[in-house]
Every structure is written in C-alpha cells, then in structure tokens.
C-alpha cells in the first residue's frame, strides 16, 4: 500500500493549504488516519488525527485553524490549513493505521511528504 501525500506549498502568512492523502487501494478495516509534521531540527509531532468513528484530534497549536477529514470512499484524508503561521513550516507526512486483511495486524502506513513553506 502506498500513501501519496499532495498539496504542499509556498504561502503567506495568513493563507491556507489543503492537503490530500490517497492509499493506493483499501483496506480491510482503517484504525485512524491522520497528518504528521517534521520541521528541520525537531521531532516528527502529530498535527491531527481522525478515529475510524469520526472523533478528532488536533495538536494544541492548530487546534481552531486546522481541520482533518476523509473521504472513505476514496480512501483519502484531506488537510485543511487556514491562518497559517510561520511556524507551521514543516514537511508533512500521512499517516494511516490499518488492517489490510481481515488476518493481518494492524500497520502503520505513511506517505512520502510534501513541503509546507509559510512565509512571514
């Protein structure tokens, strides 16, 4: 299975993004899907995650600018970004937590990245 991340950028402060995620193909059952985030010199940290019954979670410093979805159909998650700050610079990865077969464990599947640039 493959996560293919797009819709990074370059934007000014103020100015939104959207990112998607689409899995190369479904999956058995999905335990969470969600977006991660890496800036030079930090840990990667959890940005926003959604639960396979819809709840949410959002880190504290997007929490009220960013919104996490999915279209389940499409085996994709979507990442809305408004107000963005210059602090929001990272790359952005995708993440998905899934049983692919009714047999196998769960697994952590992640995408390749995509550049979020904010300027000041």
């Known amino acids: 299975v493959q996560l293919q991340a797009s819709g990074g950028g370059l934007v000014q402060a103020g100015g939104s993004l959207r990112l998607s995620c689409v899995a190369s193909?479904?999956?058995?059952?999905?335990?969470?899907m969600g977006w991660y985030r890496q800036a030079p010199g930090k840990q990667r940290e959890l940005v926003a995650a959604?639960?396979?019954?819809?709840?949410?979670t959002y880190a504290d410093s997007v929490e009220g600018r960013f919104t996490i979805s999915r279209d389940s159909a499409k085996n994709t998650v979507y990442l809305q970004m408004n107000s963005l700050k210059p602090e929001d610079t990272a790359v952005y990865y995708c993440?998905?937590?899934?049983?692919?077969?009714?047999?196998?464990?769960?697994?952590?599947?992640w995408g390749q990245g995509t550049q979020v640039t904010v300027s000041s």
């Open positions: 193909r479904s999956f058995f059952s999905i335990n969470a």
């Open positions: 993440n998905v937590r899934a049983k692919p077969t009714a047999l196998s464990p769960l697994y952590d599947y």
């Open positions: 959604i639960r396979s019954g819809g709840s949410t």
